[in-house]
């Protein structure tokens, strides 16, 4: 009755400990899909700021004034803002000073 005890026991473990290690490895799997979608977030704000900036830049040496909108930017030069993601303020004071701006990202 021991013997058949011993030889249970590794089997009893063992369906355990594997069930554990699966959920184990999900968890991680899905910490780490999340940790990938809010660094892709941070860059795609950190671009999309760049892009401004140097819309901006490129508007002032080619018109000699800064864009008053990024509407106007984005008709004349091609920028693209994906308005359902990210809310841009944009604050002009004056043509030749660069504007002042802010890009947010839109909470789901």
Do not use: W
């Amino acid at each position: 009755m021991k013997k058949q005890m011993k030889k249970r026991l590794p089997g009893l473990l063992r369906g355990l400990v594997t069930p554990l290690i699966a959920v184990a490895v999900l968890i991680c799997f899905f910490a780490g899909v999340s940790n990938l979608e809010s660094g892709s977030g941070d860059e795609g704000k950190r671009q999309l700021e760049e892009s401004i900036r140097r819309t901006a830049a490129a508007c002032y040496a080619t018109e000699g004034i800064y864009p008053p909108t990024v509407s106007y930017m984005e008709e004349h030069y091609g920028l693209q803002v994906d308005e359902s993601r990210y809310f841009v303020d944009y604050q002009v004071f004056a043509s030749n000073l660069m504007p002042t701006f802010t890009v947010l990202e839109r909470s789901e």
